[in-house]
């Protein structure tokens, strides 16, 4: 089964980039859509990006984003690593939260995909 592990999170500043990394294992990282998903204290889980399936094209990935993030992160994968980022840019203290890699068989990356595996998340937190 997939196994999916974040790192990259820690304490930045108002207006900071920070780029998360989730790590698959498996060799079937190419035909995963993988996600991100954030979660405040008192929240409820929230899709952040997503990116879909992919063949041997990096044009034929497909992106999400949650309104909030729009125009502030992007979401790419590296399939010769089994890995996928998220690069956050612009950040607030509203995007404070633990960050969740997610993956989804055969999926489009899109909110409502079948989010089958998770990582155990990364903390991230934006000071004033």
């Known amino acids: 089964q997939v196994q999916l592990a974040e790192s990259g999170g820690r304490v930045v500043h108002t207006g900071d980039s920070l780029k998360l990394t989730c790590l698959a294992s498996g060799p079937t990282f190419r035909t995963l859509a993988m996600g991100w998903f954030r979660q405040a204290p008192g929240t409820e889980r929230e899709f952040v990006a997503g990116i879909g399936f992919t063949t041997d094209a990096f044009t034929s990935e497909r992106t999400h984003y949650a309104d909030s993030v729009k125009g502030r992160f992007i979401i790419s994968r590296d399939n010769a690593e089994n890995t996928v980022f998220l690069h956050m840019h612009t950040l607030s203290p509203d995007d404070t939260a633990v960050y969740y890699c997610?993956?989804?068989?055969?999926?489009?990356?899109?909110?409502?995909?079948?989010?089958?595996?998770w990582g155990r998340g990364t903390q991230v937190t934006v000071s004033s």
């Open positions: 997610a993956a989804n068989r055969l999926g489009s990356g899109s909110e409502d995909n079948q989010w089958d595996y």
